[in-house]
């Protein structure tokens, strides 16, 4: 399962979670696979991001030159007191991955714009 900005979306990825609006309204079922229409369409609605099975992109890396990129570097420096607590090992992997999402979608906009 992997959180994922909606321009890094591709054809062929299945949905792990259903998207939804914020007031609950499903808009995509779970398991639904990717289409380019679908896509296009869940951009045009302003939603931001999907959680696909697996994890088809590899965000390592993505948007090196970012803050959000050296955030994630000193994730374990500032995480390194809790390293036997279970539940800051979770709340850092959760921020590891919002900022790996961000650095991702900084780096997708740059392509965009350099297209």
Do not use: C
Request: aromatic share 6%; hydrophobic share 40%.
């Amino acid at each position: 399962m992997q959180k994922i900005p909606i321009s890094l979306a591709r054809e062929g990825m299945a949905l792990e979670k259903p998207v939804m609006r914020d007031n609950g309204m499903v808009l995509v079922g779970e398991g639904t696979k990717l289409t380019s229409a679908l896509i296009s369409r869940l951009e045009n609605m302003g939603i931001s991001s999907i959680v696909v099975k697996g994890e088809p992109v590899d965000m390592e890396g993505v948007g090196s030159s970012t803050t959000y990129a050296k955030r994630i570097e000193r994730l374990d420096h500032l995480f390194r007191l809790h390293e036997n607590d279970e539940w800051m090992q979770e709340v850092k992997e959760f921020i590891r991955g919002y900022y790996q999402a961000r650095a991702a979608a900084e780096a997708s906009a740059m392509q965009e714009t350099e297209s």
